[in-house]
């Protein structure tokens, strides 16, 4: 140090600024802190505990890329293997992983594969480590290898889709994807990604990959997954006889419907044309009168509620069709 407290031009450090290692040039130094300088002539303050290490040689963009490369190759089962069960620091594991006493390049090295493996090391503090006990580390290993193979398989059916064909799985959960999406399912990543990379919406992707065969059926099942989301079957249910007497209108009335209608369920009557007073009624089927509260058919209509406005964003009634965000 010279006698106006600054630092040998010399002297650099690793630090840590927020979760990202960072390497500069010492300017001055106080008793908890010390001035750096980034290669791009940035100056940062820099708190004691954050210092990691401290070297002379190569300078500090030259270390970060020395490093980096050497981290990679790190095999980190082995590592995980000479880690003590105690607390460490990287230099420690870095004497033990490379034998003898570990270079600035390779101290650094073993500091950046520690902090990217936390299924294998605990983070105990500013370079301080410990190692993951057997079990969690095969549970994060089976973890790490299902979203791999979970990410091969989206990737998989999104080159099928830009090529012109439906998955099996996709197929099957069509009108869920499109109309219902659960987005973290590997269907919906795969459709998304496809309309991604052949730049289609997802609908006309769909269409060109053959899933929907025809505009019947692509409207005939979107009505049956928004208003009968539990299916279309029914139990065999036998409605009550209804024994109050229901009183009749003495008058003629007229269905308006066409010839194939099977259920006349209204009809208009009109009295005294030409008399000056004239009577108009409208009559409507009263079904309810059939249903009893807590009887079989009451159950049947609770358990399926009925669908509303699409404004009301009622569980049956999903929003219009989504598109991926780009």
């Known amino acids: 140090m010279a006698g106006d407290g600054t630092i040998a031009p010399s002297m650099h450090v690793l630090f840590d600024e927020a979760g990202k290692f960072l390497a500069g040039r010492i300017l001055s130094e106080a008793e908890a802190s010390a001035q750096v300088e980034l290669d791009s002539g940035k100056r940062v303050k820099v708190k004691s505990a ?17 490093a980096a490369p050497l981290a990679a190759e790190i095999e980190l089962p082995l590592a995980w293997e000479f880690a003590p069960e105690a607390e460490f620091g990287f230099g420690e594991l870095a004497a033990d992983y490379f034998g003898g006493t570990p270079g600035v390049a390779q101290q650094a090295a073993m500091l950046l594969a520690l902090y990217e493996a936390p299924h294998y090391f605990r983070r105990a503090g500013k370079g301080r480590f410990k190692k993951a006990p057997a079990d969690i580390v095969a549970q994060a290993l089976a973890a790490i290898e299902k979203k791999k193979q979970i990410a091969a398989q989206i990737s998989a059916w999104a080159d099928e889709l830009a090529a012109g064909s439906t998955p099996g799985p996709i197929r099957e959960q069509l009108y869920k994807i499109l109309f219902r999406p659960d987005k973290n399912a590997p269907e919906y990543k795969a459709v998304v990604e496809a309309a991604r990379a052949t ?55 007229y269905s308006i419907d066409d010839s194939s209608t099977t259920e006349i369920d209204d009809a208009l009557s009109l009295q005294g044309l030409g008399t000056g007073t004239v009577v108009l009624g409208i009559h409507i089927a009263a079904p309810g009168l059939a249903v009893q509260p807590g009887d079989a ?29 780009r």
């Open 50 to 66: 954050n210092q990691l290490l401290r070297f002379d040689k190569p300078a500090p963009a030259e270390l970060m890329a020395q």
């Open 199 to 253: 730049q289609l919406a997802p609908l006309a992707l769909l269409q060109k990959a053959g899933a929907i065969e025809s505009a019947y059926q692509f409207h005939w099942q979107r009505f049956l997954f928004e208003n009968f989301p539990k299916g279309t079957g029914f139990p065999a249910l036998q409605a009550p006889a209804i024994t109050d007497e229901l009183p009749l209108a003495d008058v003629q009335a």
């Open 297 to 325: 058919l009451d159950a049947l209509a609770r358990a399926r509620p009925p669908c509303t406005c699409r404004a009301t964003r009622s569980p049956c009634c999903p929003t219009t069709w989504w598109k991926p965000t």
